[in-house]
């Protein structure tokens, strides 16, 4: 693109740019019909709600919220069901419960479902037994089987994946205007499992102490505090797919700018952050509220081109960092950034997603995560904010309201050989609803001590 021509921003003008980690499609004009059909379809999310978490996260980087960001790695088909999703918001809720109470402060919920079915791939091949075939991309790209037809590109599943994600949604917004989320009712959020927990003693004197404090100011204000007792869910995904973003993104009446409508906070995963590629040019067109994941290798002066890129204006709530150091390395890598971006006065909100960096691989070639590590991550990255003057304002993590072993430790020491047991994530290993309960009472604990 000549320089004159930079600044021109349309929802297509990523296809200038080079594009990482999309699908080889055979044949343009099957892409080109789910596209149209993609474009037709009504859109999941409004753009008052997307403004409205845009000023929720603006809120948060002055330090009033706390965002929680959590869900699977990859969403599957297959698991678009009704407990699944369920099970999904009750762990979120208890999370959100344990934090509100713990930092006293409203928190900002955000899943990563609704769309959550892309994903990027360190190899575009994979090998087995001397059979080499595409890597498995995601439910809306292809098929984990390894067989040829499973790992073709198939538009259609594009659609499909709209499709799930609309389903995913609405059942999670009847839910919520149903009262399943009205903190008056909190036994609602009661998973099967939650009473065999080392954590469910504590968990319970926090519901209690939460109704106690409903039913006070109940009686002080002579009402029920309806609203204010009602909590919201926003939706999130790595927007990875550009042709699948570009079709659902759209202009909306009596408002400037673009939106994409297929969510309501998109974020560029790490291996897409390229300044001068397809994802950042995409992304700096949009008015959502956006989110870049940032690994270890980040230098500072990188780092700051990438915020002039994404929000050159320094607009509020614009703009989020979701750091994912690992526990080896946040110590010596986080630093750096925080420096930079306090020294230039940029406003972000900083994030910590304690998963990515802490992946390993056991013996029998099962990926998994230690406790120990998330923790330490989660830890470290608290104090180093305060070291630098900086303000640690949400997690990002991979959980699920199921009862898996797919991350090592926790209250109850799960070990390798536990593993096998329930593993069920399709791509990297998930806390299970004890692990996600004891990690958000970790965190209200620290967030409490950095502050003071
Ligand atoms: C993810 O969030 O699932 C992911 C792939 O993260 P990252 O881009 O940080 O590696
Ligand atoms: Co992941």
């Not at 499709?163 to 903190?183: I, P, Q, W």
């Not at 204000?221 to 995904?237: D, I, L």
């Not at 604990?445 to 950095?450: H, N, P, V």
Request: charged fraction near 25%; proline fraction near 5%.
């Amino acid at each position: 693109m000549a320089d004159g021509d930079s600044k021109v921003w349309s929802p297509d003008s990523w296809q200038q740019r080079p594009a990482l980690q999309q699908p080889v499609y055979e044949d343009p004009a099957e892409l080109g019909s789910a596209l149209a059909q993609l474009q037709g379809l009504p859109p999941l999310v409004t753009s008052g709600e997307v403004l409205a978490l845009r000023q929720m996260i603006a809120d948060a980087q002055e330090g009033r919220r706390f965002l929680l960001q959590g869900g699977d790695c990859a969403e599957q088909f297959a698991d678009c069901r009704s407990d699944v999703i369920a099970n999904r918001l009750k762990i979120l809720l208890q999370m959100s419960l344990v934090l509100v109470h713990g930092l006293q402060m409203p928190v900002v919920r955000v899943g990563r479902f609704a769309g959550q079915y892309a994903k990027p791939r360190s190899a575009e091949i994979e090998t087995r037994d001397g059979v080499s075939l595409p890597s498995y991309r995601g439910d809306s790209v292809n098929r984990p089987e390894f067989t040829q037809a499973a790992r073709r590109a198939d538009p259609s599943r594009l659609v499909e994946a709209h499709v799930h994600s609309a389903l995913t949604m609405n059942f999670t917004r009847a839910l919520v205007s149903d009262g399943f989320a009205d903190l008056h009712h909190p036994e609602y959020w009661d998973l099967a499992w939650m009473a065999r927990s080392p954590m469910a003693a504590d968990y319970q004197r926090m519901v209690d102490d939460i109704g106690q404090s409903l039913r006070f100011m109940e009686t002080l204000m002579g009402q029920s505090v309806e609203n204010a007792s009602r909590v919201e869910f926003f939706t999130s995904h790595e927007a990875l797919l550009l042709h699948y973003e570009q079709a659902q993104t759209r202009q909306v009446p009596r408002r400037d700018g673009w939106f994409n409508l297929s969510t309501h906070f998109p974020w560029i995963g790490m291996r897409t952050a390229a300044l001068d590629g397809a994802h950042v040019e995409y992304f700096r067109g949009i008015r959502n509220p956006v989110a870049v994941k940032l690994g270890a290798s980040v230098d500072p002066d990188a780092l700051m081109r990438l915020i002039d890129a994404l929000n050159p204006g320094d607009a509020p709530g614009r703009l989020t960092l979701i750091t994912r150091m690992g526990a080896a390395k946040v110590e010596q890598a986080l630093p750096p950034l925080l420096q930079a971006v306090r020294r230039e006065g940029r406003k972000v909100l900083w994030v910590v997603d304690p998963m990515h960096g802490n992946t390993e691989s056991t013996g029998s070639g099962l990926k998994t995560r230690r406790f120990d590590n998330i923790r330490a991550e989660v830890e470290r990255s608290f104090e180093l904010h305060h070291a630098a003057g900086t303000r640690l304002g949400g997690v990002h993590l991979e959980l699920t309201g199921d009862d898996v072993t797919e991350c090592m430790g926790g209250a109850r020491d799960l070990s390798e050989s536990d593993l096998a047991r329930a593993y069920r994530s399709s791509v990297d290993p998930r806390l299970n609803y004890e692990q996600s309960l004891e990690l958000a009472l970790l965190i209200a604990r620290k967030s409490r001590e950095a502050r003071t």
